[in-house]
């Protein structure tokens, strides 16, 4: 049985340690996953954090991808790349080496015990929709019928600054070499 090709977006993050190296990090990890193809990057951002203090700034993106994983698939993906790179689960909006969220699937919506689409906040954060809004201004946010440039208006994007220097490699907007699988 054949797979169709779905595009999503993941919100990347990091405010521990090299921030960058973990993002750079994150972008081989879904470079490298069969059924994930045509990976482009937002430009980075560095973000005021949201949680509990003290905290450093984060360093934030948005990723695009062209994907044959089904949603629960790409969310364990996700979360293994995380753990790959030190992510400990404490307290909520922690500090942490690397956080990626599964923003958009497509056009799905789900609510499930391990996964929500679209993700419920990312529709009122600026540090998702300016990174977001850099790749896909004119994507509609399922469920609430708004394009991202729209639901951007509507937050104050203050508290995100595009970062000084950016390393050329991998925060490029370029598709990985092959293709994801259709089968399944």
Same mark, same amino acid.
């Given at each position: ?28 990890? !879904?470079?490298? *996953? ?7 990057? =937002?430009?980075?951002?560095? *973000? ?10 984060? /360093? ?7 994907? @044959? /994983? ?19 689960? =404490? ?8 956080? /990626?969220? !599964? ?8 609510? =499930?015990? @391990?996964? @929500? ?14 990174? /977001? ?24 994007? =203050? ?23 259709? *089968?399944?």
């Amino acid at each position: 049985m054949s797979r169709r090709v779905e595009r999503a977006f993941i919100g990347l993050g990091s405010n521990l340690g090299d921030r960058q190296r973990y993002l750079d990090a994150a972008c081989r990890g !879904l470079r490298e *996953t069969p059924g994930i193809a045509k990976v482009c990057l =937002s430009p980075l951002y560095e *973000t005021d954090p949201i949680g509990p203090p003290p905290q450093g700034p984060y /360093l934030n993106a948005v990723a695009e991808i062209d994907t @044959t /994983l089904a949603p629960q698939e790409l969310l364990e993906r996700l979360q293994a790349i995380e753990e790959g790179n030190g992510r400990e689960r =404490s307290i909520p909006n922690a500090a942490r080496t690397l956080d /990626l969220d !599964l923003l958009f699937y497509a056009d799905r919506v789900l609510d =499930s015990p @391990t996964l @929500t689409l679209p993700h419920p906040r990312c529709h009122e954060r600026a540090f998702v929709l300016v990174p /977001l809004a850099a790749l896909a201004a004119d994507f509609l946010h399922p469920g609430r019928g708004r394009s991202i440039r729209a639901l951007l208006d509507a937050v104050d994007p =203050s508290g995100v600054r595009p970062l000084a220097q950016q390393r050329s490699t991998p925060w490029r907007s370029s598709p990985s070499a092959s293709p994801p699988s259709e *089968t399944g």
